[in-house]
């Protein structure tokens, strides 16, 4: 739909076709408007997806922890056209929820990704194992399709691949590209928060994705080498899409420097090679001040001097680089688990904290009846300190986790 178009309808149809699900709740979309918000036109900085043909504004909108379904509307109503979630998000209820506002749409005036994972994966080296079928993979997909009410996706990722071997995992591969020659999806991807660069690399390797989503944010120790292998993939033709650019959502526990969002985003988005960003939005004000990233990225003085300050912090974002495990006296998931801690202390979601916890089955602090800690962080985290935090969590029933 070209711009034009996609003004005139969200002129005529947003209010009408919001309203009837959303309710009172559709106030928040009316005051988000671009010009009640000081918008020029054609102030949005927009990027090409690599090779996709898709042309984005560089923010986006990351609807994993959204449940609200005003925000969606309200979103349109304000410039975001891309909308990120997954299979696996919120037991489904995330894409149900997209697909239940945004059947009200055409389709072709939004762009969407979402995300199915392998099967089966070897939870220490990241490899994909033999239950991570072709079959499996298709049949999340049609899921997926019907919770959102599509014929198709505009781009589907394997979710969450973390090393070599799964970038190039045949069944994989297969599944994806099986995916695009039925119409299911446009473009095909993978996303990763775990060996960045090395997953990025193997992809332009490959030659099969066409867009990677990839976690990069200014905590991230490694941040360098991404950013290097995010520059070659881009330069390949690929579409790059940044995410957990906050950097655990906040600088920890017991720091008592806030976490400067907009600063956190504008730092990714001053790399050109990112071509756009999906911070996660769980509210307005969020909505309101990624918005407002989208057509300034001008880092400020007081910007830089956070950044500063806080990439000399330890904060939260642990790297996902599995340094410490191979010491560790009782072989511990310790970065599943440090993931865990992020979502309770960072985001506070402790649902989500406790999804990790069950998948490994940890109900107390596992490191009780270690005497002696023997591993080290890269970042100076307090491992067995963080674990005790979290572990405790693993008591607590469900009924009392939000
Ligand atoms: S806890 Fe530290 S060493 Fe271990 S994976 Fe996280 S950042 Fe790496
Ligand atoms: S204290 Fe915990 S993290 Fe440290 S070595 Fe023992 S089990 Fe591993």
Known sequence: MSNLNRRTFLKTSVLGAAGAFVGNRLIGAEKLSPASMGRKQGSVIRRKLGNTGIELPIVSFGVMRADNPALIPAAIEAGYEHFDTAHVYQNGNNEKMLGEVLKDYPRDSFTIATKVPPEEKDKKTGHLLSGSTKKAFLEKLD???????????DILYAHSISSRQAVGFEPILDALQT?????????IGLSTHRNEHEVIDEAIKVGVHEVILTAYNFKQDHRDKIKDAIARASQAGIGIVGMKNMSGGSMGKDSERSMNFSAALKWVLN??????????????????????AMENIDLTREDKEFLYAASMEEGIYCNGCETCVPSCRKDLPIADMMRAYMYAYGYREMKKAREVLDEHRITD???????????????????????????????IPHDFLV
Do not use: W
């Open 271 to 292: 790399d050109p090679h990112v071509h756009t960003n999906i911070p996660g939005i769980i509210n307005f004000q969020q909505l309101k001040e990624n918005f407002a």
């Open 143 to 153: 899921i997926s399709l019907k919770r959102l009410k599509m014929d198709y996706v």
């Open 365 to 395: 602090n596992p490191c009780s009846d270690c005497s002696v800690c023997t591993v080290s962080c890269v970042k100076g985290f307090d491992v067995p300190g963080r674990l005790a935090d979290i572990g405790r969590m693993g008591r």
């Open 179 to 187: 995916a695009k020659k039925q119409g299911k999806v446009r473009h």
